[in-house]
């Protein structure tokens, strides 16, 4: 519903020579309109009502669409900084596959890739080592 204050307000601006315009969603018939009142000279005025309900939905779209883009975007800029924090040359140790961090202190992997990303880890024997080491109890 349209509050009267608005088509007086209209009504002032149009009869003292100025123009105005109002959006306002009109609910029996499910639309958005447009109004615009005019004085084309003094004591006449004329209104306007144009359907922009199609305009509406195309600009909730767009701003919509917008805004997905730009947090999908700001996504896109985490995960960049994220891979060029892992992306440098990583001191690794050839023995215990412990990282050497900046400060000369080592840490392990699963430290390391934990603090570096979002991933989580646990501990399993993969097929070959599960072979090599029950070979290594049974024969000794």
């Given at each position: 519903?349209?509050?009267?204050?608005?088509?007086?307000?209209?009504?002032?601006?149009?009869?003292?020579?100025?123009?105005?315009?109002?959006?306002f969603?009109?609910?029996?018939?499910?639309?958005?309109?447009?109004?615009?009142?005019?004085?084309?000279?003094?004591?006449?005025?004329?209104?306007?009502?144009?359907?922009?309900?199609?305009?509406?939905?195309?600009?909730?779209?767009?701003?919509?669409?917008?805004?997905?883009?730009r947090?999908?975007?700001?996504?896109?800029?985490?995960?960049?900084?994220?891979?060029?924090?892992?992306?440098?040359?990583?001191?690794?140790?050839?023995?215990?596959?412990?990282?050497k961090?900046?400060?000369?202190?080592?840490?392990?992997?699963?430290?390391?890739?934990?603090?570096?990303?979002?991933?989580?880890?646990?501990?399993?024997?993969?097929?070959?080592?599960?072979?090599?080491?029950?070979?290594?109890?049974?024969?000794?």
């Amino acid at each position: 519903m349209i509050p009267i204050n608005n088509f007086n307000t209209q009504g002032r601006a149009a009869t003292q020579n100025t123009n105005c315009n109002l959006e306002f969603f009109f609910p029996y018939t499910n639309r958005w309109y447009k109004l615009f009142s005019f004085s084309p000279k003094t004591g006449i005025c004329a209104f306007l009502f144009i359907d922009i309900t199609d305009q509406r939905i195309n600009q909730e779209f767009l701003e919509k669409t917008l805004k997905d883009a730009r947090e999908r975007n700001s996504q896109l800029l985490e995960a960049e900084k994220s891979l060029e924090q892992i992306s440098k040359v990583i001191p690794l140790c050839t023995y215990c596959n412990s990282i050497k961090k900046e400060n000369d202190h080592w840490e392990t992997i699963e430290d390391f890739l934990s603090r570096n990303s979002k991933n989580k880890f646990t501990h399993s024997i993969c097929p070959k080592c599960s072979k090599l080491e029950l070979n290594d109890l049974i024969f000794h």
